[in-house]
């Protein structure tokens, strides 16, 4: 029913989808009855077939084919936090340490500049400031968590510093300037958030796209830190290999 038959020759997908489809990634449905095979490897996923991009409103849409492009930086901004002491709620993220390095490792094998910011470093202030706008690609590592029913609430985990709280909220990375052909949060659950009729997800993923941000990716799950980082490295370093 979501995935009606499509000619061959069709390789791109541009979904604007509505309500509860909004929480649904179509890249994981399946083109072909799946009933007989064994290893998820060889499984039909829409995936392996199209190209796939989701839009918040057919209005943005319009909005955006009339801008003109921009050429994708090769500089990256890292951030990790890693650890949070003032919040004992919060678990150690020791693999987002390595996650954040190895990326870093990635860009200067291809001579790229990056900027890695882990620790106390990872400070709010740090995100708030003109610096961000410089790079082509931001990526956070970190705990994230959404509010659907105050969606400017929903936030992402970083060091306080000594001017903020280190609750990097929704409501504030309207006000962010970014200038990202890609910004990544590798975080739980960051793709969700309160459906609104007519405007899809109101969460973090529409704050970062009024932010500046021209693509994002984000999760719908809770994700493990170890397995993460070795998902984040490899994406990084396919993205490198075939822009």
Not at 43 to 69: C, H, K, W
Not at 152 to 178: P, T, V
Not at 200 to 222: D, E, H, P, Q, T
């Amino acid at each position: 029913m979501l995935l009606p038959p499509l000619s061959p020759a069709i390789r791109d997908l541009v979904i604007v989808p509505s309500g509860r489809l909004n929480v649904i990634p179509f890249e994981t449905l399946l083109t072909d009855d799946a009933e007989n095979i064994t290893e998820y490897t060889l499984m039909p996923y829409v995936i392996n077939r199209f190209n796939i991009r989701y839009e918040f409103s057919a209005g943005l849409l319009l909005q955006r084919d009339t801008q003109p492009a921009m050429a994708a930086r090769s500089s990256i901004f890292l951030c990790a936090p890693v650890s949070f002491p003032d919040r004992p709620y919060l678990g150690q993220l020791p693999g987002t340490e390595t996650e954040v390095a190895e990326i870093s490792k990635l860009f200067a094998e291809k001579n790229l500049p990056s900027m890695v910011y882990t620790h106390l470093q990872a400070e709010e202030n740090l995100i708030k400031s003109a610096r961000l706008k410089d790079f082509g690609l931001v990526h956070f590592a970190t705990h994230g968590i959404v509010d659907e029913a105050r969606p400017e609430l929903s936030r992402i985990f970083l060091q306080s510093g000594s001017q903020n709280d280190g609750d990097l909220f929704a409501g504030e990375i309207y006000n962010l300037e970014l200038n990202a052909s890609l910004v990544t949060l590798s975080a739980c659950q960051t793709g969700l958030g309160k459906v609104m009729k007519g405007e899809g997800v109101i969460g973090l993923s529409r704050a970062l796209v009024y932010a500046g941000a021209k693509n994002i990716v984000v999760s719908f799950w809770n994700v493990a830190d170890e397995s993460t980082a070795l998902l984040m490295k490899d994406f990084y370093y396919n993205l490198l290999a075939d822009p």
